[in-house]
């Protein structure tokens, strides 16, 4: 039986972000472009230190960043890159191109222009913005957009500088390329009006297709992303940050539910077990001695490095440790998460996966005995590094567990790429928001109003009709493909190729072809845009059938092989070998086709097209076969 999610109280708001293919950057004149990999450059390296705000307190997502003391290198590649981006210079004047597009895309959306654009700057504190700051401004507010399942408010339409793109990362450091610093991306916030996680994807879907529309957005890995805000009844609002692929979305909104709940389920049971905040403790005990005969390999190379094992006290969680609260992610792996990233470590070992990693159950009962722990009621947890980043790691590790009391944190997270989730930073402060002094506010005036009119995407019910009227898409798969995530890739496609394939050919291939072929248990997601091009450019210069593609596809999915090679074993036949292999079929049957006249056609074509499919169009075998047929009865068959 499925969940009633309006029941749960299931509240689901989108945060669309899309980079627009404009000339230059949003506040400078470099371009939209990213650099390669023979690119000159420069290298600057930073450290991120937090102030405290007007009122005296200290964003905790900040503290958090700052605390890890990594340094933040900058590679700034010439020319995609200025003083802008290097924080070295004031910004320029908001990039007029980008703001005209943000209208267009309001006007389908049904938004309220704003009078004035104003910029403002926005806290980011991960090193991902030399100034730590975002600059943001509202275009728009208001609006809507309508789903089968209700209408979903559009609450603002935001324009802001993408953040500079992470090249590298390791332990004390994290790398950032500037040549995606300062792209123009537009951010669409709904409502938390969308209940249900098929709703989720479908209103994402619809307003990716409005964006594409616009002729005007850039296309490709890493230009589009959601973040999507969660909660249900009983809970707390989750952000899930870097959502790249809409078919991810459903399962991403199913787990987090999941998650939740789960949680709730942990904080009744330590309720019933009568747990109290007193009884988690900062107490961290060192047990080195008791692990350092254990025969796994990486314990044995911590501890002669010097690491220490150091263990805490989680009274009253016996149990709950091992509850799985995502697929392959259980309650333990929330805690690891916390200790990951506040203390640098590589992971906990926690008494409810042991006996493992070595630890005997010997073992595991000494540590409950040494650690004056009910086995039966307690748990703890051990954490193997140098002394400072146990202390930090096991600091943060007590903190969540006692957040376990309360229910669910808030907190931002990283969707993963099966779905479900992890821990990446607490949630910023809500006054994160304050006035760009050094860009002049933007009057919308009617000429640029009147440009944005221009842009205005079509709606869902033109696009349809334009797909069967014009596309030449039959109404069943025009109704399929404006439903699909396929349909963004179905226009990038048919701009790429220049008509040189009828747009039926593009669209069966990506909801029919690829969709068989995913459900006889091949990974179509390892076929990319670049091969689609490929393939479909083959059939568009008759170098090989449209009959080809799945099977083009399907072996280059099972073997490996690169799909030139594959596509060079298509090759289309010649018309002289074609009507060889007729003739050669016609007269291995002639007494059928003499008995049978005209009516053999159906067995001598499909004799033919088994050994020719793929490699020649399916209605010029047709031709050829009725004429060959026609020439043959005339001659040899007599009346």
Wanted: net charge neutral; hydrophobic share 40%; aromatic share 6%.
């Amino acid at each position: 039986m499925g969940i009633d999610y309006r029941a749960l109280g299931l509240k689901v708001g989108l945060e669309i972000h899309q980079q627009l293919d404009t000339r230059h950057k949003l506040f400078c004149s470099c371009p939209t472009t990213l650099s390669s990999d023979n690119t000159p450059e420069t290298t600057i390296i930073r450290y991120l230190r937090v102030a405290k705000s007007e009122v005296g307190e200290v964003d905790p997502a900040a503290l958090y960043e700052m605390r890890k003391g990594r340094r933040i290198i900058y590679h700034v590649p010439q020319g995609h890159a200025c003083m802008v981006e290097t924080d070295e210079e004031p910004p320029h004047d908001l990039n007029r191109e980008a703001v005209i597009i943000a209208l267009a895309v309001a006007k389908a959306l049904h938004s309220t222009p704003v009078d004035e654009v104003y910029v403002m700057r926005k806290i980011v504190i991960d090193g991902s913005n030399t100034t730590g700051f975002q600059r943001t401004a509202i275009v728009a507010l208001g609006g809507y957009i309508d789903d089968e399942e209700g209408r979903v408010g559009i609450q603002t339409i935001c324009l802001e500088e993408d953040a500079a793109r992470k090249v590298g990362e390791g332990p004390g450091y994290v790398e950032y390329n500037l040549d995606r610093l300062g792209i123009p991306l537009i951010e669409i916030s709904t409502g938390p009006d969308i209940h249900s996680p098929e709703q989720a994807m479908r209103v994402a879907l619809k307003i990716g297709m409005l964006l594409r529309l616009t002729g005007k957005v850039k296309r490709g890995l890493g230009t589009i992303r959601q973040d999507l805000n969660i909660s249900i009844s009983g809970g707390v609002k989750t952000e899930v940050k870097g959502v790249s692929r809409l078919e991810l979305i459903p399962r991403i909104v199913e787990y987090e539910v999941m998650r939740q709940l789960r949680l709730l389920e942990i904080k009744e049971e330590l309720a019933r077990r009568g747990v109290c905040e007193e009884e988690l403790t900062y107490e961290f005990i060192d047990v080195t001695e008791i692990l350092k005969d254990v025969k796994t390999r990486f314990i044995q190379r911590a501890i002669k490095r010097g690491a220490r094992a150091l263990a805490v006290r989680l009274k009253g969680f016996g149990g709950l440790l091992g509850m799985e609260v995502q697929p392959s992610r259980r309650f333990g792996t929330e805690l690891s998460d916390y200790a990951k990233a506040w203390g640098g470590v590589g992971g906990i070992i926690h008494s409810d996966e042991l006996p493992a990693y070595g630890i005997s159950k010997e073992i595991k009962d000494k540590l409950f005995k040494v650690l004056g722990l009910d086995p039966q009621r307690d748990a703890y947890a051990i954490v193997i590094a140098d002394k400072e980043k146990c202390e930090r790691a096991l600091r943060a590790l007590v903190d969540r567990a006692r957040y376990a009391l309360k229910g669910i944190p808030p907190e931002t997270r990283g969707a993963n790429p099966d779905g479900t989730t992890r821990y990446l930073r607490p949630q910023p402060g809500a006054a994160r928001m304050y006035p760009e002094t050094d860009v002049p506010p933007l009057r919308l005036t009617t000429d640029i109003l009147k440009e944005a009119e221009k842009l205005k995407p079509k709606t869902p019910e033109e696009v349809l009709e334009e797909l069967i009227k014009v596309h030449g898409l039959s109404k069943e798969l025009a109704h399929q493909l404006i439903k699909d995530p396929a349909f963004t890739t179905y226009l990038d496609l048919l701009r790429e190729l220049h008509g040189k394939v009828h747009p039926q050919i593009i669209a069966s291939t990506l909801l029919i072809h690829l969709k068989a072929l995913k459900s006889e248990g091949l990974d179509v997601s390892k076929v990319s845009f670049k091969d689609l091009v490929t393939v479909l450019s083959k059939v568009g210069d008759g170098y090989i059938a449209k009959e080809a593609i799945p099977e083009v596809l399907a072996e280059y999915l099972s073997s490996g092989s690169p799909i030139e090679e594959i596509l060079r074993r298509y090759g289309s036949l010649s018309n002289e070998e074609l009507l060889r292999i007729i003739n050669e079929v016609i007269n291995n049957n002639a007494r059928t086709v003499c008995a049978r006249g005209a009516r053999a056609f159906g067995l001598i074509m499909g004799r033919v097209m088994s050994k020719v499919r793929g490699r020649v169009d399916g209605s010029k075998v047709a031709q050829l076969v009725k004429e060959s047929l026609t020439k043959y009865i005339s001659e040899h068959c007599g009346k």
